[in-house]
């Protein structure tokens, strides 16, 4: 019975015998030291490590495992954003903005809530937004949602469509 070299690897990989190195479409994979050769082609939207086979998971939850995005005390990109119908504030919500909808750039929670919106109504423009940056625990993202409701609470005395199920105005229980 003959044998054969099956040179293909990881889903879009596959193993250049002259080199030693695994080809991923856009660039070389090197096995040995478990990372790329070659910058990664999207930039930094793929993440801050440019040569990364994958983004570090300790960046995104506890080294235990104990902890999850939606803890309080997960760490990373946090920010806020809003969603408008027909240019009037629909909802304000916080997002992970390391993880990111490459087909519109926005951060992938985001996203889901657009495309959501865009379904149930087709006739409307449907737009989100970023509009603050920088926060490094969920508990800071979700501090600056809820003023930003309470800013806008206090200016109309209303609370935005999107949030009337998970926001209370303070007194108002």
């Not at 939207?45 to 983004?55: H, T, V």
């Not at 390391?98 to 959501?116: A, D, E, F, G």
Request: hydrophobic letters at 30%; aromatic letters at 14%.
């Amino acid at each position: 019975m003959e044998s054969f070299e099956q040179n293909l690897r990881y889903a879009g990989q596959y193993f250049d015998n002259e080199t030693g190195l695994h080809f991923n479409t856009f660039r070389f994979y090197d096995p040995q030291i478990g990372r790329f050769i070659m910058p990664d082609p999207i930039g930094l939207l793929g993440g801050i490590n440019l040569y990364a086979y994958a983004p570090n998971p300790l960046g995104w939850i506890d080294p235990w495992g104990w902890s999850h995005l939606n803890t309080n005390g997960a760490t990373g990109n946090f920010g806020v954003y809003k969603i408008e119908i027909d240019g009037q504030l629909y909802k304000y919500g916080k997002a992970d903005l390391n993880r990111v909808t490459q087909s519109t750039n926005l951060p992938t929670r985001l996203h889901q809530q657009v495309r959501k919106l865009q379904d149930l109504y087709p006739d409307k423009t449907i737009t989100g937004t970023v509009i603050e940056e920088g926060y490094k625990t969920t508990t800071a993202a979700k501090a600056a949602e809820t003023a930003k409701l309470d800013e806008y609470y206090k200016k109309t005395n209303q609370v935005p469509e999107g949030n009337k199920k998970s926001y209370k105005p303070q007194g108002k229980c």
